[in-house]
């Protein structure tokens, strides 16, 4: 977590690939997200916590709970969340909540569903996260999908 100036989104996705990475090699889901202040620093990271039996710690939902825990609503509306694959509903109701002011991703919901399949540790919904935030009262900025080949291969093998 050291200070920094804004890099290019591409570069904090790789970050959260890598989370989804470790995550991964821990014996989870490969998923991950980080949280980026409004200055480029890297505040949180959370990958998907399944393997402590909460179908719910998804990293994007285990981020924003510990988002707001740590910081008010007007601070995380300065920041970005910056997660490996596109956000579920659950998770963008999570970043809603939270405050989060602008939500970036790799590979789309549509896109990991047509990867994984009906499987029962990921009944992947085709509900993209736009929809989702834009239900609410506040305006959350979106961008994605971006670098899916990269977010893609995290998962391949996984899913079998």
């Known amino acids: ?24 090699a821990a014996g989870n889901h490969p998923f991950g997200a980080i949280l980026v202040g409004p200055d480029g620093v890297v505040l949180i990271e959370a990958g998907n916590a399944h393997a402590a039996a909460d179908r ?59 990867l994984i399949g009906p499987h029962p540790e990921n009944l992947t919904m085709d509900l993209p996260c736009r929809i989702v935030l834009a239900a609410g009262q506040r305006a959350i900025e979106v961008a994605g999908p971006l670098l899916e080949a990269e977010s893609r291969a995290v998962h391949e093998g996984f899913w079998r």
């Not at 977590?1 to 790789?14: G, N």
């Open 56 to 114: 719910t710690a998804h990293a994007e939902r285990v981020l924003m709970s510990e988002a707001s825990k740590r910081y008010a609503a007007d601070f995380l509306a300065g920041c970005t969340m910056y997660a490996s694959a596109e956000p579920c509903a659950m998770c963008a109701g999570a970043a809603y909540w939270a405050g989060i002011g602008r939500v970036v991703y790799g590979l789309s919901e549509r896109e990991l569903r047509a």
């Open 1 to 24: 977590m050291s200070a920094a100036l804004p890099l290019p989104d591409e570069h904090y996705l790789r970050l959260a690939i890598a989370v989804a990475r470790a995550a991964r």
